[in-house]
């Protein structure tokens, strides 16, 4: 069983940054895809980006060119870099782990609430 924590979610005024982690208990290199999800107030959650083993990347529309993804494998942490925030970037945010890179997610975390207000 792995367990995933965020952290680095938080307040911050539009226009600016916050980076969060995900620190997962085992290793995360057995995991094909690590991402990040989003869940606003009355909204379903939804994919925010993902991160192959071998480094690719995808990312929502709504994120791309501001939001970034990445992994430590070494570090056993996946960060979400988020610059450009918007109001509507508000949402717990969740990492996820799959081991299968067409699966559904095997790990989730418990969230993180990042607040952006104008």
């Known amino acids: 069983q792995v367990q995933l924590v965020e952290s680095g979610g938080g307040w911050v005024q539009a226009g600016g940054s916050l980076r969060l982690s995900c620190a997962a208990s085992g290793s995360i290199s057995s995991f094909n895809v690590m991402g990040w999800y989003r869940q606003a107030p009355g909204k379903q959650r939804e994919l925010v980006a993902r991160?192959?083993?071998?480094?690719?990347?995808t990312y929502a529309d709504s994120v791309k060119d501001r939001f970034t993804i990445t992994r430590d494998n070494a570090k056993n942490t996946v960060y979400l870099q988020m610059n450009s925030l918007k109001v509507e970037d508000t949402a717990v945010y969740y990492c996820?782990?799959?081991?299968?890179?067409?699966?559904?997610?095997?790990?989730w975390g418990k969230g993180t609430l990042v607040t952006v207000s104008s």
């Open positions: 991160i192959s083993k071998a480094g690719s990347t």
């Open positions: 996820a782990a799959n081991y299968n890179y067409y699966g559904g997610v095997d790990y």
